[in-house]
């Protein structure tokens, strides 16, 4: 993983490749960009997950910004799909906002303010 940095914000994140799959856990205490596929157990402060990037299994941070193939269990405080995200299984999320376009096949429980 490289850092880098995250124009819109200005802080360093982690990055996963496009051309990196990562089987397992992974664990990051800051942000994490994905650009290729992470395949378990993912926890991290905030996830940007790339239109060309992928989580399957189960993920959990505080932030999520997914513009890609999200498949299992996502937990967030916050969550923003794009418009070319897709997900698919359960959606647990405090706040969760689905940009136009954005295609989901998922469980979506209500968790009270």
């Given at each position: 993983m490289?850092?880098?940095?995250?124009?819109?914000?200005?802080?360093?994140?982690?990055?996963?490749?496009?051309?990196?799959?990562?089987r397992g856990e992974v664990?990051?205490?800051?942000?994490?960009?994905?650009?290729?596929?992470?395949?378990?157990?993912?926890r991290a402060k905030r996830v940007h997950l790339l239109a060309s990037g992928q989580i399957h299994g189960k993920m959990a941070c505080q932030s999520l910004l997914c513009s890609g193939r999200l498949e299992g269990l996502a937990l967030a405080g916050k969550?923003?799909?794009s418009a070319t995200a897709e997900q698919y299984g359960k959606i647990q999320m405090k706040a969760?906002?689905?940009?136009q376009g954005a295609r989901y096949d998922c469980l979506i429980p209500y968790i009270p303010s």
């Open positions: 490289n850092g880098v940095d995250t124009a819109e914000q200005g802080r360093e994140a982690s990055f996963i490749g496009e051309k990196m799959e990562i664990l990051c205490r800051g942000e994490l960009v994905i650009a290729g596929r992470v395949e378990g157990r993912l969550g923003t799909f969760l906002e689905l940009e």
